[in-house]
């Protein structure tokens, strides 16, 4: 026997330890080196085959915002309360956050079934997947962020310092959020394929549902106190609001709506966890 | 001293029968969901049936595994022999926690390296270099370890020149060695081999098998399916017998692969199913026996003249009157190859069944096929049988239920001694040269 007492890993039986899936959040911190590995692959596979590389990352909200500026400035509308020039950062955080959320969501539903010849072969945490595509979408989200600072300086608007710091926090919101969704979106779309063909639609409605392109301030004329709560309840919207507070100065959601996001945020993300967990006992039979 | 590494406590998996290729549509789930919900449930009857096959089947259930209880000491080198369908793939994913058992629970001590497919786990658009340390992250290595052995897997894999090679390049004989390198050099605790040995050549097949046994002496735990028995016996210093998903026997290797072969050529050239409870049945049919004969006599032999009509001889009762009876055999080789299959339709008889497509009265019947003498090749085959209402449709099947061995008695050798060309039959036809211009 070459292997000594105390080198002896101790014996682990498989199968679900808990009924909300906590365990798999140990075993990702376990195989973090995995995840890190999954991530650098797919940034790799990304840059190899893209020609333009990263300036494709600063392109793609950038064209984004310039495309809506240039659709209100023909219609002669202001999405926001304030002046075109003013609108270009508010627009440009809107198209950050909604990329991090329609990449991340976009890829990593498809991230179990594209890698299914590996899944069906070899055992690893299947979560890591659908979070190293989350990786690559806030490591374009942080890329992109970038871009705040020259069109601020173009624009002439004035990043509120004090509360900057902020966006930190809310960013990670954000991707909770949306690493809850994906455990939803992921472990689905193994199961039943309709889920990715209906993604893209449902993406597309979600950008205008969500105030990406306009801001909140506007709605609110439209939908009475009391319902605003309801509207912010999405906590892709709450976050975006949040982030323009913290960044430009704008109106901040209400609190109550702050607060049912934050509720449907931790629901989501348990309910993902658990959901994740179960599929992922008959994911190898389904996949 | 010997420490457990891998525990097996009653474990059973099964399988939706029909379902493994369809993917569900969420749309379909959630509309059926809500159907149940103003239906009264009727659960249907699950049909059971003596048959083994059928025995696995349950209320549109495959049971690939059942109560599996097998404990295994680390440094142990174990051989995992069956026919196929016997589980053995299935087995190996469950230890390699690919798949879930249904029932009953797995225990492994340490990290788990696998190997059930030819370059498992390689991103063919990455190059070889960034699928090693990929590779051997996803066998659970940390980065600097992967490092430290990078060198040895390299020179292991004999693939130095093509290191900067995207993966989709390479031949599956190189993507194998680097497969196997990966995970035999990343010191798994428990590495788990499933016939992926058969893709290299046979001089790396051999360094392999060294590596095995090298993992073993350094007290892993080594488990292996292979078809090569030899290498089988040569490496393993005990295996499993597996059959029709239940662990069966657990011995040396020596005495494994005797039975295993013993099973393979099972019988006198004759299965009888004496008591109701035992033999294959549907609701309509019961399988009472099946035999080979040949020799020009009617007594079943396993082994058979070349020279001499093969005749199969199927036996069943009707329990139901008025229940139409087609008989299908299936005849294949020793590799598993597919020879024929014949049926007694009209289409492949020399002259009509009289019975066939016929309301069969109750009572028992006897169907023959007869095989023509200088068909076969001096080889074993074995056959399967099916019955059903009509053909293409399977109330009873029976795999490979019988074999027999065909003997050459020189009937066919005048001229040419050698061993003859063409593995699989070795007909006699009609030749016939004339002349055209003089």
Known sequence: MAKNDDTIPPMHFYGPTDAFGFGQLAEIWRTRELLYSFFLRDLLIRYRQVVVGILWVLLQPLMGMLIFMGLFFVLGTQAGNSTVASYAPVILTGMLCWQLVASSFRDATGSLVNYRHVVTKIYFPRLLLPLASLMCAVFDFVIGSLLLLPVCGITGTSIVWTTAWLAMPIALWLIVFCAGCIAWLSALNAHYRDVGYALPFVLQLGMFVSPVVYDIERLRALLTDRWVWLYEANPIATCIGLLRWSLLGTAPPSALGMATAAIVTLLICFSGLAWFQHADQQLADRI | ?438
Not at chain 2, 93 to 120: C, D, F, H, N, Y
């Open chain 2, 1 to 438: 001293m010997s420490i457990e590494s891998i525990h097996l406590d009653k474990v059973s998996k099964r399988f939706r029968l029909g379902a493994a290729n369809e993917y569900g549509r969420l749309t379909e789930a959630i509309a059926s969901g809500v159907q149940s919900l103003f239906r009264t449930s009727s659960k249907p009857v699950p049909k059971r049936s003596q048959d083994s096959f059928a025995e696995r089947i349950e209320d549109g259930w495959f049971w690939a595994l059942r109560d599996i209880e097998l404990s295994i000491q680390s440094g142990d080198i174990v051989g995992i022999v069956g026919r196929n369908g016997a589980g053995k793939s299935t087995l190996l994913k469950i230890l390699a926690r690919i798949v879930t058992p249904t029932q009953g629970r797995v225990g492994v001590r340490g990290r788990v390296g696998s190997l059930l497919e030819v370059g498992t786990g390689f991103h063919p658009e990455l190059t070889g270099r960034e699928n090693v340390f990929l590779n051997g992250a996803i066998l659970g290595m940390p980065r600097s370890e992967i490092r430290k052995r990078f060198d040895e897997i390299v020179a292991f894999a004999e693939i130095e020149s093509f290191l900067e090679t995207p993966v989709k390049r390479y031949s599956s004989g190189m993507a194998v060695r680097l497969a196997f390198a990966v995970a035999a050099h990343l010191e798994p605790d428990v590495l788990i081999i499933d016939e992926v040995l058969s893709v290299g050549d046979q001089a790396f097949q051999r360094k392999c098998l060294g590596k095995a046994s090298q993992l073993g002496a350094q007290g892993r735990t080594v488990l292996v399916v292979s078809h090569n028995l030899a290498a089988v016996a040569n490496l393993c210093r005990r295996a499993v017998l597996l059959r029709d998903g239940r662990l069966i026997a657990d011995d040396v290797p020596e005495r494994i692969i005797e039975q295993y072969l013993a099973e393979m050529r099972s019988g006198d050239g004759q299965r009888q199913w004496d008591d109701d409870d035992s033999s294959p049945c549907s609701k309509e049919l019961r399988l009472r026996s099946i035999s080979v004969t040949g020799n020009g006599t009617d007594t079943p032999a396993s082994e058979v003249d070349i020279d001499q009509e093969i005749h199969v001889v199927v036996e069943y009762r009707v329990l139901i009157a008025e229940t139409p009876v087609s008989v299908q055999i299936h005849v294949k080789d020793e590799t598993g190859s597919f020879v024929f299959w014949s049926a007694n339709a009209p289409s492949m008889n020399l002259e009509p069944d009289p019975w066939f497509g016929k309301p069969h009265p109750i009572g028992t019947y006897r169907s023959e096929c007869c095989i023509p003498a200088n068909f076969l090749n001096d080889t074993r085959y074995f056959v399967s049988v099916f019955l059903g209402p009509e053909v293409g449709v399977v109330a009873i099947r029976k795999d490979s239920v019988l074999s027999f061995v065909v003997h050459d008695t020189g009937a066919m050798r005048q001229e040419y001694t050698g061993s003859w060309l063409g593995p699989v039959i070795r007909p006699r036809l009609h030749w016939c040269t004339r002349t055209v211009q003089p």
